[in-house]
T-cell receptor, first 111, second 114 residues
Framework: SQQGEEDPQALSIQEGENATMNCSYK?????LQWYRQNSGRGLVHLIL?????REKHSGRLRVTLDTSKKSSSLLITASRAADTASYFC???????????FGTGTRLTVIP | EAGVTQSPTHLIKTRGQQATLRCSPI?????VYWYQQALGLGLQFLLW???????NRGNFPPRFSGRQFPNYSSELNVNALELEDSALYLC?????????????FGEGSRLTVL
C-alpha cells in the first residue's frame, strides 16, 4: 500500500497537555504534509515538511521528519478543546504528483 | 476568494444507479484531485486531473470515472453503485502540477447507497 500509517489510532488528553502523533510511510518522498479534519468535513492543511528538512514549526505545531526511518511526528503543544479532530499525514512520493494519506489519528482534548 | 466547492452535499442512491458529483476548484487552480473516505477510514486516492487531462488514477474499478472541464471544474461519476461505495467523496485543488504542495479541500459530498 502507498498509504502511510498513523499511530496511535486514537488519543485522548487533557486540555493543556501536549499531543504527539506519529506517521510511518514506505517509499521515498518529496514532502510530507499534515492535515486536520473536523468530524466528517473537509481537510485543512496544517504544515508541509520537505524531504531535506528535519524539523519545522508553526505556532503550537512542531513536525519532525526522519527519512532514514521513513517516519514523521506531529506535536501539538498546550492543547485546547478546539484541537479535537482527526489528523492525517500525507506523502508526496518521489516522481508522483498526488498525495497519499495515512489512516489518521483521532485526537480528543478534554476540557 | 471562494474555496473549493462541491455539490451535492448529500446524495442518496440505490444499488445499480449512477451518481455524479461535482467540484469547482479555487480560481486559478488547474489541478483537481478526488478522494474517497469510507466511514472511519483514511482517504483513498481516486483520480487526479490537470489541464483537462486525467494524470493519475488510484486503485479503483473503471466504474469510477470523471472528467475536467475547460474551466477546470470536475465531475466524478460512479456507475453501477454498490453498497460499499457509500462514503464521503472529497475534492481538492492545487495551483500547479509542478509539485503537489498544499491541497485545498472542499467540504465533501456524502454518498449513501441503499
Amino acid at each position: 500500500s502507498q498509504q502511510g500509517e498513523e499511530d496511535p489510532q486514537a488519543l485522548s488528553i487533557q486540555e493543556g497537555e501536549n499531543a504527539t502523533m506519529n506517521c510511518s510511510y514506505k517509499t521515498s518522498i518529496n514532502n510530507l504534509q499534515w492535515y486536520r479534519q473536523n468530524s466528517g468535513r473537509g481537510l485543512v492543511h496544517l504544515i508541509l515538511i520537505r524531504s531535506n528538512e528535519r524539523e519545522k514549526h508553526s505556532g503550537r505545531l512542531r513536525v519532525t521528519l526522519d527519512t532514514s526511518k521513513k517516519s514523521s511526528s506531529l506535536l501539538i503543544t498546550a492543547s485546547r478543546a478546539a484541537d479535537t479532530a482527526s489528523y492525517f499525514c500525507a506523502t508526496e512520493e518521489t516522481g508522483a504528483n498526488n498525495l497519499f494519506f495515512g489512516t489518521g489519528t483521532r485526537l480528543t482534548v478534554i476540557p | 476568494e471562494a474555496g473549493v466547492t462541491q455539490s451535492p452535499t448529500h446524495l442518496i442512491k440505490t444499488r445499480g444507479q449512477q451518481a455524479t458529483l461535482r467540484c469547482s476548484p479555487i480560481s486559478g487552480h488547474t489541478s483537481v484531485y478526488w478522494y474517497q473516505q469510507a466511514l472511519g477510514l483514511g482517504l483513498q486516492f481516486l483520480l487526479w486531473y490537470d489541464e483537462g487531462e486525467e494524470r493519475n488514477r488510484g486503485n479503483f474499478p473503471p466504474r469510477f470515472s470523471g472528467r475536467q472541464f475547460p474551466n477546470y471544474s470536475s465531475e466524478l461519476n460512479v456507475n453501477a453503485l454498490e453498497l460499499e461505495d457509500s462514503a464521503l467523496y472529497l475534492c481538492a485543488s492545487s495551483p500547479t502540477r509542478a509539485n503537489t504542495g498544499e491541497l485545498f479541500f472542499g467540504e465533501g459530498s456524502r454518498l449513501t447507497v441503499l
